[in-house]
Nanobody, 123 residues
Framework: QVHLVESGGGLVQPGGSLRLSCAAS????????MGWFRQAPGKEREFVAA????????YYADSVKGRFTISRDDAKNTVYMQMNTLKPEDTAVYYC????????????????WGQGTQVTISS
């Protein structure tokens, strides 16, 4: 069992930056592939980024490539997402997800999900 808790959301002006964190408790975090999803009001949840269990491979949605960076620190059982050059369309609740199967993470089929953290981009 893995419990995920996101933090780091907030209100930022367009062009600003935020770093989201997802702290995991439970067993064998280092064996889990991790990802970030987001859901804006009135829209479906969408994939944002993912990182393999060993940190070697990362994946990004086209809409965030070059602006967002996912990383992990297994010593701290934490996955991060650095978000730069934020846009109003990045406004959403951001969710952390984890699964032993990397394909499941990208497809939104992870076993484990956090409660989400609100990110609002507005002037």
């Amino acid at each position: 069992q893995v419990h995920l808790v996101e933090s780091g959301g907030g209100l930022v002006q367009p062009g600003g930056s935020l770093r989201l964190s997802c702290a995991a408790s439970g067993r064998a975090f280092s064996s889990y592939n991790m990802g970030w999803f987001r859901q804006a009001p009135g829209k479906e949840r969408e994939f944002v980024a993912a990182i393999s269990y060993d940190g070697v491979n990362t994946y990004y949605a086209d809409s965030v490539k070059g602006r967002f960076t996912i990383s992990r620190d297994d010593a701290k059982n934490t996955v991060y997402m650095q978000m730069n050059t934020l846009k109003p369309e990045d406004t959403a609740v951001y969710y952390c997800a984890g699964d032993a199967n990397g394909a499941y993470v990208i497809r939104g089929l992870s076993d484990y999900w956090g409660q989400g953290t609100q990110v609002t981009i507005s002037s």
